[in-house]
Structures are given as C-alpha cells and as structure tokens.
C-alpha cells in the first residue's frame, strides 16, 4: 500500500489553499477534502488537470496511488483554474 505523501489520518504534509473569487479561503488537508472541493465546488472549466485531478485524488482514496502524487495534482488543477493562494 503506498501512503508516502500522508500521515497515518491520510493528511497531505502541506495543506494546499485555494479560493474562489472574494470567499474565504479553504484549507484542502487531504484526498478526500480535495476530491469534495473538485466535485462539490469547482467554480472552472472541468477540463484535462480537473478530471486527471479528480481520478488520482479517487484512487488515493481507494490506496491504489499514493497522497502525494493526488496533492500535487490538485495543485495542478487548482493552479490552471488560478484557485491557489
């Protein structure tokens, strides 16, 4: 099982911090949080780093990949859709 990227709560080491227009900003903390943001509350286009972003972050829920590799491709998505703070 790959967990690198994690602690034993599945915490990513660095929260990554977006925000959506004048809202206040969120702390994405974890695979699940970030798949939430992506699916509940994505405010851009859902295009190629947004569905690869929602497919890591899903099967580092399901452990089939490690958290690093879904925070950092989060941090794509939000840094194409200009999310991150």
């Not at 660095?14 to 798949?35: D, Y």
């Amino acid at each position: 099982m790959m967990r690198s990227g994690a602690d034993n709560h599945g915490k990513w080491v660095e929260p990554v911090t977006v925000q959506i227009g004048r809202r206040a900003p969120e702390k994405i903390q974890t695979s699940a949080e970030a798949l939430l943001f992506l699916t509940n509350k994505w405010p851009c286009e859902r295009g190629l780093e947004y569905q690869t972003s929602r497919d890591i972050c899903s099967a580092a829920i399901r452990r089939q990949i490690g958290n690093d590799a879904a925070r950092a491709s989060f941090v794509v998505a939000a840094s194409v859709a200009k999310l991150i703070i």
